[in-house]
């Protein structure tokens, strides 16, 4: 099973933040948290990943609580092309992932 | 830089047939590899993976087996189909980082 739990489905204006919560409650010290999108019939594209800063690149920023049992996803400005699933995974070698979250950005 | 090939892209095989997908991948190496199938609108499903070569670990019991001949090599086979196993078939690999995923095979068993 996944160790993280996201919400099935959200909806996001364009333009505006789309904020992706995932709960990784269970997540061990030295795991990093990643973040993939996978648009309708592609292979997974990968976002960004952290440990336990913040960080930030050209796609979007990961924001971890300082207890690291859980994580935000910020895509600042969302356009239609978000419109995707996306899934946060906690990193271990067998690379699970969950239901993900079904963002779709509407106009 | 690294790349990953996986083919063939669309594959129809009737029930029963033997099948064989090959994943392959170019600019690392002892990568991390795994198989992933995706059924019609659901989630990734973890099927296999593999830390070098003759490691395999198997997520899901049923009619389909990995194989990792070479480093950068991985073959998912199975020697009788059933229509359960239609789906949309990943290959990907992880370095130190992030993953990559190939282009996916869909497969459809009738």
């Known amino acids: 099973d996944a160790k993280t739990t996201q919400p099935p489905s959200m909806d996001c204006a364009e333009g505006r933040a789309a904020n992706l919560p995932c709960n990784h409650s269970?997540?061990?010290?030295?795991?990093?948290v990643y973040w993939y999108r996978q648009i309708h019939s592609q292979g997974p594209q990968y976002i960004i990943h952290?440990?336990?800063n913040n960080e930030t690149n050209e796609m979007a920023s990961l924001i971890i609580t300082e207890d690291r049992k859980s994580s935000t996803l910020i895509l600042p400005h969302a356009t239609l092309r978000d419109t995707a699933v996306y899934y946060c995974i906690v990193n271990t070698n067998d690379m699970r992932f969950g239901a993900g979250t079904r963002l779709t950005v509407k106009p | 830089s690294q790349t990953i090939h996986q083919w063939p892209a669309t594959l129809v095989q009737p029930v029963g047939s033997p099948l064989s997908l090959e994943c392959t991948v170019e600019?690392?190496?002892?990568?991390?590899l795994y198989w992933y199938r995706q059924a019609a609108g659901r989630g990734l499903q973890l099927l296999f993976y593999s830390v070098g070569i003759g490691q395999i670990s198997s997520e899901v019991p049923q009619n389909l087996s990995a194989s990792r001949p070479q480093d950068r090599q991985f073959i998912l086979s199975s020697k009788k189909l059933l229509l359960s196993d239609s789906g949309f078939y990943l290959c990907a690999w992880m370095g130190s980082g992030e993953a990559f995923f190939g282009q996916g095979t869909r497969l459809t068993v009738v």
């Open positions: 600019g690392t190496s002892n990568p991390n």
């Open positions: 952290g440990l336990k």
């Open positions: 269970t997540i061990s010290g030295n795991e990093y």
